[in-house]
């Protein structure tokens, strides 16, 4: 089984596409700073992940996801979260709890 998934950093508001194995032990990865490319924005929650029968399965629909429409099917079908809204001129707005946090 493969998994697609998506995380999402508190301190840095975005969001992280990737594809795995083990789900288990690769948000353990990217949580400890052992992947190079997430570790500066550390901690990383699990937001979505969907298993697959195979690896080129899983793969697809990870580079689909990082596409302009697959991110947007995830901000409206998958994430749901506050940190998506954007104002017109295409800015994210927060919520007053995050301002306020940060």
């Known amino acids: 089984m493969y998994y697609t998934y998506i995380l999402y950093s508190s301190k840095s ?3 992280y596409y990737g594809y795995t194995e083990d789900i ?3 948000l353990k990865s990217h949580n400890e700073g052992r992947v190079f490319a997430t570790a500066p924005y550390r901690p990383w929650k699990l937001v979505f992940y969907a298993s697959f029968a195979n690896k080129e399965l899983a793969k697809d629909f990870e580079r689909y996801l990082k596409t302009g429409a697959g991110k947007a099917f995830a901000y409206k079908r998958l994430v ?6 954007k104002d017109k001129e295409g800015r994210k707005c ?3 709890a995050q301002q306020s946090e940060g």
């Open 13 to 15: 508001l975005n969001f």
């Open 80 to 85: 749901h979260s506050e940190a998506l809204k």
């Open 24 to 26: 288990k032990d690769r």
């Open 94 to 96: 927060y919520s007053v």
